[in-house]
């Protein structure tokens, strides 16, 4: 069985139309703050900011 760690799942949403778009993981030990990424959104068709969400 895998060990309970400290990454947790979360999914990022585009800050322009607010649809999640992408899933990823982070270590919550070492990244505390919110996680911000530059990602293709399919639905505006250009990169945008994309923020953690739950």
């Known amino acids: 069985m895998a060990k309970a760690g400290s990454r947790v799942k979360v999914t990022l ?3 322009e139309c607010k649809q999640r ?3 990823t993981v ?3 030990k070492n990244t505390t703050e919110k996680l911000e990424m530059n990602k293709y959104c399919p639905f505006c068709r250009k990169h945008t900011k ?3 969400t739950k």
């Open 13 to 15: 949403r585009c800050s």
């Open 21 to 23: 778009n992408y899933n």
């Open 26 to 28: 982070k270590n919550k």
């Open 50 to 52: 994309h923020t953690e």
